[in-house]
């Protein structure tokens, strides 16, 4: 059986210089030296088995997934992702699993040029814990609470594909390609929260479902004079072509309102800022749809065919919630 230090050096100690980084791995502490005129942003996310990911999901895609949900909110801020800290408890040193974790940890933050700069290692019931540094320039973070009424909403790729996955397994149905990658390996948004820089007015990554991330892009923007609301138009939102196969219009539309875990980028956009906006977007190859706008009137809702409605209730996942059902 491998020791603690034996899996830091074997799994997750490599060698190569990440530039900024003086002292990584191997001592008691990393040392950053952040790039003048640079401000950092850092972020952290803990994934539990058997509520973040099924207890039998495969280790490289635990591995990939601790990274693409800090990733995500890196990108949801605008932010160059720099360097990780990998916090993990282990049920056992099962070398097989920490090989295929660190593969799948560090396929990813290669895709990023991420540097693991050190951690820590405990033996207890399988836990994956993250921290995401990254980087934007001086004063440039993309925060949550500047939308405005008259901002268009946009959100990128089509949100709901990972949940509907969910139910399928769940179900014991067999889970359509497409949405089983954006389940199990989903691609975070990082260039397009790169482009936002500068010309959203709000940004926030879709990790409970869209109508509930988008409510905290409300209530935190609604702080000062004005408070704000949004509607969302029902025939522009993105329909996955397999959601609408397996679930059908509307029931599909609500898996797109309510689904989690995509880490798709919701954000709102300054009608002068639109035009640039989708000229990057098209440029990087990013999907990117309109779905509505802000409004001076308060709440959520949603224009259909049949009028509008005001979207209300749960639609969106909450842990604590959940815990007490
Ligand atoms: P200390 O006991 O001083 O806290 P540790 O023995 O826990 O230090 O860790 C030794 C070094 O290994 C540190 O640089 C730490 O950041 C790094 N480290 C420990 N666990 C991990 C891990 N899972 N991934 C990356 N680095 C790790
Ligand atoms: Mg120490």
Known sequence: MPGEFDIIREYFQRNGKA?????????????????????????????VAGRHFPEDRAAADIGWLAMAANLSDLAAMGAEPKYAFLNLALPSADEIWLREFSAGLFELADQY???????????????????????VPEGRALLRSGAKPGDHIFVTGWPGRAAAALQCWRRGESVPADLDIAWRRPEPRVAAGVALRGLASAVIDVSDGLAADLRHILEQSSAGQYEIGAILDAEKLPLAKSLLELFGGTQARSGVLSGGDDYELCFTLPPENVPVMQAAFAALNLPVHEIGSIEEERGLR????????????????????????
Do not use: C, Y
């Open 302 to 325: 949603l224009k259909t065919t049949a009028g509008v409605e005001t979207l209300t209730g749960q639609l969106g996942w909450d842990h604590f919630r959940e815990m007490d059902a």
């Open 113 to 135: 040029s991420v540097a693991l700069a050190g951690g820590d290692t405990t033996s207890g019931p399988l836990n994956v814990s993250v921290t995401l540094i990254g980087e």
């Open 19 to 47: 530039e900024g980084l003086v002292t990584g791995i191997g001592d008691d502490g990393a040392v950053i030296r952040p790039a003048p005129g640079r401000d950092l942003v850092v972020v952290t996310d803990t994934l």
